[in-house]
């Protein structure tokens, strides 16, 4: 078993034990009174989280090199990044790169 299988199933026991201790009914206000088990608050407010922690923890997409084109991208109005003159440097860049 790798630690991230024991991981969850520590967890999984965990919120098991806390929910089903917490099952009496509570008065909340939600824009009006509303009586509602500990359980069923506890049981929403972690699926919540285990949205939000899957949507914010899963991999962004990369963007394709074939798509990607570097000597445009390089190339701007202002700088010109795709000549390689070192001449260009001054000497208190060249000796920054010493």
Known sequence: MTFKTIFIIVVTVLVTIILMNNTDEVSFWIFG???LSKLAVLGVMF???LIIGFMAG???KRIKAETFNTAESLQDK???FVKDDPNQLSDEDRDYIR
């Open 33 to 35: 009174d509303v009586r």
């Open 47 to 49: 699926g919540l989280g």
């Open 58 to 60: 899963r991999p962004r």
């Open 78 to 80: 202002d700088y010109d």
